[in-house]
């Protein structure tokens, strides 16, 4: 007999992946459709699922949504050199859960790296193409020893 309020065997979402989850949704409006910052927090809050989550969440995405297009030159900077192919020439997902995973990685020094790592991975596996989670992975994995030099070099990272 199950309980009317059980949870599924993997659990519902964490808060913040949803909060991540509708700021990539947002930020790819941005990439792909142009739109500017106001139009794309209106989009963010149109987002299914947004306006369940708390304050503290929604904050935060906004804070990844804003960070990330304020800073997206200076994001697109640093993962650059990295990549296999022009910035431009990446597929919009991929872009958007790039500048999301280096903004992070760079901003939020309370996030642990693994954490910033996992949850672009997670991102790219709903968001991507087949291989894409790969992709994201092998580039944040190669900006974290610049944006976060002491987590990158710990064993067990």
């Known amino acids: ?19 991540r989850e509708a700021a990539m949704q947002a930020l790819y409006g941005w990439q792909v459709g142009g739109q500017d910052l106001a139009a ?10 947004f306006s369940q989550l708390r304050n503290l969440e929604q904050q ?3 804070g990844l949504l804003r960070g990330c297009i304020a800073h997206q ?10 990549l296999d192919r022009p910035f431009e020439e990446l597929s919009p997902v991929e872009a958007c859960i790039l500048l999301i995973g280096a903004h992070e990685m760079a ?3 309370e996030t642990p790296l693994r954490v910033v790592l996992n949850e672009a991975i997670e991102l790219a596996k709903t968001f991507g193409g087949t291989d894409g989670h790969k992709f994201v992975n092998g580039v944040l994995d190669r900006l974290a020893p610049t944006l976060r030099p ?3 070099n710990r064993p067990g990272r």
């Open 150 to 152: 002491l987590e990158s």
């Open 107 to 109: 901003n939020s020094p």
């Open 60 to 62: 935060f995405a906004i």
């Open 40 to 49: 794309c927090e209106t989009a963010l809050h149109e987002i299914e699922g």
């Open 1 to 19: 007999m199950t309980h009317a309020n059980a949870k599924p065997a993997n659990g519902p979402k964490p808060a913040r992946r949803r909060a």
């Open 73 to 82: 030159a200076a994001l697109r900077e640093q993962i650059t050199p990295l």
